[in-house]
């Protein structure tokens, strides 16, 4: 694909005449670690904002949205949640939603790049600073080694990876899907981002995830929230349950502080376009 993103501008581009680019204020950062390039920059109007391999992965403006329904959808779902595992989340913007929940005893968190994770610490040390609560475990190894390895059993395993490049490929496959339902207690719970619906690559596609999931639990669904910097605006996520419905068998916590999450949201976000419905076949 021919860049058409302007020098001296950083943005994330969707296919061959369609980008979304920022004018930074200031570089922050832009360095490669062993595993991946590492952009940092601060904007006008959306503050700081991270791109891991020039995909645009949060703003300051607009992060807890993906944050928030990652975390609470599988959290507030069926029964509560002490032990939990998190797949790619060195940046500690998952983990510190989690700890909202003082229910929760164990996060294991594993981000095989800790380049990565040292960059995140300077740059976000508000987020980085849950890797100090007690609960929480970062391992900074291979997912799908990890999950070989572990004799843990968790209640909901959340996987927040980069898109399926090279780093987490491996994160992506049958395998590792076959590895996490059997790394679940008989109510786990298992999640994925499942990216932008609008645009269509390969393994960045719902469908392909809804049905590489489908495939472990008896209840999976997709559910949507709304991200004005992904591509789209529209982004999806997969969950798969052992035995609870997301949709209709959640708790209410009126004293969650969110900004975009809500009982509402919640039950609202399972219901699909029509342009999805169809694709899925659901019809």
């Known amino acids: 694909m021919e860049p058409i993103i302007p020098d001296n501008f950083f943005g994330e581009q969707y296919s061959e005449d369609v980008a979304l680019i920022f004018k930074p204020k200031e570089i922050l950062l832009s360095q490669k670690t062993k595993f991946q390039k590492v952009d940092i920059i601060n904007t006008k109007t959306y503050g700081k904002i991270l791109f891991l391999d020039d995909l645009l992965m949060r703003t300051d403006k607009d992060g807890y949205i993906i944050t928030e329904m990652i975390t609470h959808i599988s959290m507030l779902t ?21 700890l909202k929940y003082p229910e929760i005893e164990k996060i294991d968190v594993i981000d095989i790049d800790s380049e990565f994770v040292k960059i995140a610490k300077e740059f976000y040390p508000e987020k980085a600073k849950a890797f100090d609560d007690p ?31 090279g780093l987490s490929a491996p994160l992506f496959t049958e395998e590792f899907y076959k ?37 472990h639990y008896p209840i999976t669904k997709i559910y949507n929230c709304t991200i004005p910097t992904f591509p789209g605006g529209l982004f999806s996520f997969v969950i798969g349950s052992k035995k609870h419905d997301p949709e209709s068998e959640f708790r209410e916590n009126p004293s969650l502080e969110t900004n975009y999450y809500n009982s509402k949201i919640h039950k609202a976000s399972f219901a699909l376009p029509e342009f999805m419905v169809e694709n899925l076949g659901k019809k």
Not at 145 to 155: P, S
Not at 186 to 209: H, N, R, S, V, W
């Open 135 to 165: 609960k929480v475990t970062l391992h900074e190894v291979d997912g799908l080694e990890f999950m070989k390895n572990t004799n843990e059993t968790y209640d909901v395993i959340f996987v927040t990876s980069t898109d399926p490049s």
């Open 179 to 215: 590895l996490c339902n059997e790394k679940l207690t008989q109510e786990g719970i298992f999640m994925t981002d499942a990216y932008m619906p609008f645009y269509d690559l390969g393994y960045i596609d719902y469908k392909y995830l809804y049905n590489a999931i489908s495939k």
């Open 78 to 98: 069926g029964n509560t949640k002490k032990k939990v595992l998190i797949v790619g989340g060195g940046e500690g913007f998952t983990v510190t939603e989690l």
